[in-house]
């Protein structure tokens, strides 16, 4: 994979560009639907496909947002699902709030015309790239007569009624509904992060657990409870099940995410671990006693086992 730093002085090594316009936050499955029709026209007439992305996500360069609004992928992640779907050329601009004043038309001439070239250009359903309290986006067709490149729309992608998004992907996750999640996605949310020393509570009670720093503070994590996962830590796969939150019966109530990998033993504090989601199983809860949450860990251990037979 090609991944270029877009400025107004690169001299570009690519030409007869299609290229589409977006964060391309999740990659998934509509995402994944403009992936391949831009492909598909870029097989058609004989051009070279391009994806121009950004830095960073505009909510977090103009509200000032990164508190409140997390993302689905790193920057690292995005790039690497862009790949898994045959995107060899990603050219990313560094988001400022200047770019982010500029209206449809002006943006379009500056990066689209001046700078790539472009013979051709794939806008999605839901693509309004540009200042939209100017809200020019239809001028984008007189730009396309005006420097003769051609303008493809892509379609929608619907599942159970819903028209699939980054906005809908959040949505289920911030209700802890990670399989609806995963469908949208047309793969299994994931984490990663670094294994840290934690209160190492878990362990007197024969469910040690890995506190886990994520990689990238900006990373969204589904709604607070205990998850079955699958977790990848040195090339293997194992079992795990996921604590997201506080754990009140040890009168803790700073927000941790926390990892038990069954049937595991080992030291891994400071390595790098993947966690994927497949279901929430309950939520967080105090329980009376530390026999009674050894009980229900038990029971949610089973419960992890069979959602991964």
Do not use: W
């Not at 270029?4 to 690519?14: E, S, V």
């Not at 607070?224 to 996962?229: F, L, N, Q, R």
């Not at 019966?249 to 927000?255: G, R």
Request: proline fraction near 3%.
């Amino acid at each position: 994979m090609n991944l270029y730093k877009l400025n107004d002085n690169n001299i570009l090594p690519l030409s007869d560009i299609i290229a589409t316009i977006g964060m391309f936050d999740g990659v998934h499955i509509g995402h994944g639907k403009i992936l391949s029709f831009l492909k598909e026209k870029a097989a058609d007439l004989g051009l070279t496909p391009l994806v121009l992305t950004f830095d960073k996500h505009p909510r977090h360069v103009l509200m000032n947002d990164a508190d409140n609004f997390k993302l689905l992928n790193t920057s690292e992640e995005r790039y690497s699902l862009l790949q898994s779907h045959g995107i060899d050329n990603i050219m990313e601009i560094g988001f400022s709030p200047e770019i982010g004043s500029l209206s449809t038309y002006d943006f379009s001439l500056r990066y689209l015309v001046n700078t790539l070239h472009i013979k051709a250009l794939v806008v999605g359903y839901d693509n309004m790239f540009g200042n939209k309290q100017i809200n020019d986006f239809n001028r984008i067709y007189e730009l396309g007569k005006a420097y003769n490149f051609s303008i493809f729309e892509a379609t929608s992608l619907i599942y159970k009624d819903i028209e699939v998004s980054s906005t809908q992907v959040r949505k289920a996750l911030n209700t802890g509904d990670v399989e609806l999640a995963n469908a949208m996605l047309g793969y299994k949310y994931f984490a990663h992060g670094c294994i840290i020393k934690g209160r190492q509570i878990g362990r007197t009670i024969g469910f040690p657990t890995a506190n886990i720093e994520l990689s990238d503070h900006l990373k969204m994590l589904p709604k607070e409870g205990v998850y079955a996962t699958t977790i990848n830590l040195n090339g293997k796969n194992y079992i795990g099940m996921a604590h997201i939150g506080p754990t009140p019966t040890f009168e803790s109530y700073k927000p941790t995410f926390e990892i038990h990998i069954i049937d595991f033993n080992g030291d891994i504090y400071g390595q790098h671990i993947e966690v994927q989601f497949l279901k929430r199983i309950r939520e967080i809860q105090k329980f009376e006693s530390s026999q009674a949450l050894m009980m229900q860990l038990e029971a949610d251990k089973k419960q992890c086992i069979q959602l991964y037979q």
